[in-house]
């Protein structure tokens, strides 16, 4: 015999593994649920993908104003609770692994077909969930671009899952009207926990999955989301991602010859120092930071409208800005502000936060902040502006 058939022989068969909570009908249900996140995760994911844009037309409305908080934690709920629900659904499938493949002929090339899909299914949602969760607690140990690659991935997944929800489409038609416990189950049978009980314990696990982590952003769930990242500190209750220290902008962001600088179309620029931008009309704003990694706050910010700084720079409406920020380096020191938020009254360059003058670490001297806009792209630290 030769090693792979010795190995064969070796290996558990799926009739080898016997509980009766491993039922079709319980994979079914799990299914449904997790197909329920996926989708959800899917589609705000797309939302958010759309929001960060770089082509102006493209991207969000600029209402409603907390838009972008609703469906980034959601798109983050959904993957927290994905993860006990896709796990328990492994577990109930797991023997199938072990199913000894039929003899070659059609039948062996539809069974390697389905494999290959429920394969790719597994491993991008394994990459989705595990990569998802290092993002939002701010951890990257991988050199590719995490959105991109979220974003390709997310494709791979919703394709396989389309596919495997076609190919099972009548199995799952079947499974759900099966009922959960065998009819001829013994009551007093010694497995302590009934199909019933594991469809309700994933369930339960995915809930509490979803409230320890949704404080960052539901401010209610703040006392029982022990596993939320980045809830409520910082300066004036609202988290700080980077530091002016992390973003190396303290000397630059401290200077008294600050001024920011608008750019004009024609090339002419205007300087604004603080006190000018203090001394423009001033308007406030209920807006809310809202993070792709999934925590937002909310917070009252004032300053000054960008239209009315571009009024008071000789610039009228309609136009997209370049901002820029203080800070040299990483990906979020330039933002496009399109047209649209541009012009929007609730759109501000914020020079205080509920009635402080801005943290540093908040964006000090200013700092952009838009409505239904993702938080990534409310550049901190402004010192140019230009009018494309
Ligand atoms: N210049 C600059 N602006 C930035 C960032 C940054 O790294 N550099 N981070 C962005 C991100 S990812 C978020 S979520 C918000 C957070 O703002 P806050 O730290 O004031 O809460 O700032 C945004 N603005
Ligand atoms: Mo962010």
Redesign the pocket.
């Known amino acids: 015999m030769n090693v792979v058939a010795r190995l064969a022989a070796r290996a558990p068969r799926e009739e080898d593994f016997t509980s009766p909570l491993r039922a079709p009908a319980v994979s079914a249900r799990i299914g449904v649920w997790l197909a329920v996140c996926f989708g959800v995760a899917f589609l705000t994911g797309l939302i958010s993908h759309l929001a960060q844009a770089t082509d102006p037309i493209l991207g969000l409305p600029t209402r409603p104003v907390w838009g972008y908080r609703v469906t980034q934690g959601l798109h983050v709920a959904s993957g927290t609770a994905a993860i006990p629900l896709l796990l328990v659904k492994l577990w109930t499938v797991f023997p199938r692994l072990f199913a000894r493949p039929p003899a070659p002929s059609r039948a062996l090339v539809l069974h390697a077909l389905e494999r290959i899909s429920i394969a790719v299914l597994v491993g991008a949602s394994f990459f989705l969930l595990a990569t998802g969760t290092m993002n939002a607690a701010q951890w990257y140990p991988w050199e590719f671009s995490f959105r991109a690659t979220h974003y390709a991935m997310a494709w791979v997944a919703i394709g396989a899952l389309l596919i495997h929800i076609a190919v099972k489409l009548a199995v799952l038609r079947e499974e759900l009207r099966t009922p959960l416990e065998e009819p001829d189950r013994d009551r007093g049978s010694a497995q302590p926990l009934t199909r019933r009980g594991l469809v309700r314990t994933a369930l339960l696990a995915a809930g509490v999955a979803v409230l320890t982590t949704a404080g960052s952003t539901v401010p209610a769930l703040r006392k029982v989301s022990v596993f939320g990242v980045r809830s409520g500190k910082?300066p004036a209750g609202?988290?700080?991602?980077?530091s002016a220290r992390a973003?190396d902008v303290v000397a630059t962001a401290l200077d008294p010859g600050y001024a920011l600088v608008v750019v004009l179309p024609d090339g002419t620029e205007r300087s604004f120092d603080r006190a000018a931008l203090l001394a423009l009309t001033q308007t406030t704003a209920s807006l809310p930071?809202a993070?792709?990694e999934g925590w937002s706050a909310s917070g009252s910010w004032t300053g000054v409208r960008v239209r009315d700084l571009l009024a008071a720079a000789g610039q009228g409406p309609g136009r997209d800005l370049r901002i820029e920020?203080l800070?040299q380096r990483?990906p979020?020191?330039s933002t496009l502000l399109p047209a649209r938020f541009a012009d929007d009254p609730l759109t501000l360059l914020a020079l205080s936060l509920d009635g402080e003058a801005l943290a540093l670490?908040?964006?000090y001297p200013c700092?952009l902040i838009a409505p239904n806009r993702p938080?990534?792209l409310?550049?901190?630290?402004v010192a140019r502006i230009e009018v494309l």
Do not use: E
């Not at 409310?378 to 630290?381: E, F, G, L, M, V």
């Open positions: 910082g609202i988290p700080i991602n980077k973003a930071i993070c792709v920020s800070q990483g979020f020191r670490d908040h964006g700092r938080g990534v409310q550049t901190k630290w």
